[in-house]
């Protein structure tokens, strides 16, 4: 018993020690965590210090006074611009223009050479010497409001060179919103929209344009109307002027003209356009504006009724299009009555289809077949309503007088796109028609075809 006292009272000694030791070490942790907290507080305040002496006064996140500055700068340079291009009356503005040098050979004629920017007034506008070998430059400009101005410029080669003689002036036209976006109300000078061709050598594909269009087709229209968009469908109509910018003395009928298209699905659609009223008479004149009869304006300003269809497929690498015509005009057949030597109407009708494939991305090959009938009175077409040698139109000069030629056309064409704003054209063409009337050998001859050649680069932008 002795013994365990002391040996118990050593125990409880003992194991108080620790417990001592545990509550100084607890003491000062505390006071180094204090001490702790407080330089975290200390070093915090100096980096909010710090955040706030970097980052400038409009709070632009991730960037030095020095760059918000010339964000600054950029910006307000940005708007100035953008108002100056706006006060100067560029917004809105899309300027496009093109050009094609053209080389044509024609047999009959034993011509052969380049062709451009020659005035059509010099030669007259014929198959051998249409729209090609132009160069044009086009203004387009949309307003507030949605109102469109466009001026179009091709130095005697645009429809103002073909029925005017001089004007440089292709298109100037506006389309100004009525209702809404879709019903506008059209004026101007506004080149012809009938057929499946269009004139630019931008959208034909081949060089020369078809019988239809050449022979049967106005040139262009000056006067006023609407054009409405429904859907699929575009209707557009005009009382104007056709192949005249101003009408001669005694003249004072116009036509109405109307272009009516419908996009069926994505690749085809079908469209049909007319003209109905009077139109100048050239048969009615004999060359140098005086009327053929005594009666001064009577014949010179007759009845025109012109109608057409025309239709498009277009998928992937192939094109089909085709067309139908007919028309007639009061007085202007080439041949007058044997009896009594009045006036008679001319009349025809023509095909046209055009079938094009690409062999490869790069190169389209292209085939245009024709037939025009214009046997009635001798014949006579829209502007051509006397024997034509160079085109082959009127009657054969030793056969009946009475009977007109019918005209056929094949054309072989191949388009190669050089780069994205150069196209190489090449194209052979055959003209026949059903009697000697091409002329040849500078008139010492007549034959039934004529045979052209022409090539073309066309540079666009």
């Known amino acids: 018993m002795r013994l365990w006292q002391p040996t118990a009272l050593a125990l409880a000694l003992a194991a108080a020690f620790p417990t001592l030791a545990v509550a100084q070490s607890s003491a000062d942790l505390a006071n180094e965590l204090k001490a702790l907290k407080d330089r975290i507080g200390q070093l915090e305040e100096k980096l909010k210090a710090a955040d706030a002496a970097a980052k400038p006064a409009d709070k632009q996140w991730g960037m030095t006074p020095e760059q918000a500055a010339e964000q600054n700068r950029i910006r307000v340079k940005t708007e100035s611009i953008e108002d100056n291009f706006e006060a100067q009356g560029f917004k809105g503005l899309k300027i496009s223009g093109q050009m094609d040098p053209t080389y044509i050979y024609n047999r009959n004629q034993s011509r052969g050479g380049f062709q451009f920017l020659n005035a059509v007034g010099d030669d007259g506008y014929n198959y051998d010497n249409s729209y090609f070998g132009m160069a044009m430059i086009d203004f387009q400009k949309e307003m507030e409001g949605g109102t469109r101005w466009r001026l179009t410029l091709a130095p005697n080669r645009g429809v103002g060179a073909v029925f005017d003689g ?27 929209w009938s057929g499946y061709e269009f004139l630019q050598p931008t959208l034909n594909k081949l060089i020369t344009h078809n019988l239809l269009f050449d022979f049967t087709l106005p040139t262009a229209y000056t006067g006023a109307g609407l054009e409405v968009t429904r859907g699929k469908w575009i209707v557009k109509g005009v009382v104007a002027n056709m192949n005249a910018s101003k009408r001669a003395a005694g003249e004072k009928t116009p036509v109405f003209a109307y272009r009516v298209d419908y996009s069926r699905g994505e690749y085809q659609g079908f469209g049909f356009a007319g003209v109905h009223g009077k139109a100048a008479n050239l048969r009615a004149d004999d060359g140098v504006g005086n009327p053929v009869t005594l009666e001064p304006y009577s014949l010179r300003d007759t009845a025109l009724h012109l109608f057409e269809v025309d239709g498009y497929f277009i998928r992937g690498d192939l094109t089909v299009q085709g067309q139908f015509s007919i028309g007639t005009q009061k007085n202007a057949a080439v041949t007058a009555d044997p009896t009594s030597g009045e006036l008679r109407n001319s009349r025809w009708w023509g095909v046209s289809a055009l079938g094009a494939y690409k062999f490869m991305p790069r ?9 025009l009938n214009n046997k009635k009175n001798g014949g006579g077409l829209l502007g051509y309503t006397f024997a034509d040698g160079r085109n082959g139109i009127g009657p054969d000069t030793l056969g009946d007088p009475e009977i007109g030629a019918n005209k056929f056309a094949l054309s072989l064409g191949l388009q190669y796109l050089y780069n994205l704003n150069t196209t190489f054209k090449a194209e052979y063409r055959m003209d026949r028609a059903s009697l000697p009337v091409f002329e040849a050998g500078g008139g010492s001859s007549f034959r039934k075809s004529n045979h052209l050649l022409g090539a073309s680069m066309l540079v666009f932008f």
């Not at 001089?166 to 209702?179: G, I």
């Open 363 to 371: 190169l389209e090959g292209i085939a245009r077949a024709d037939f």
């Open 166 to 192: 001089q004007s440089m002036v292709h298109e100037a036209s506006v389309s100004v919103p009525l209702t809404d976006l879709q019903t506008r109300l059209i004026a101007g000078q506004i080149p012809d």
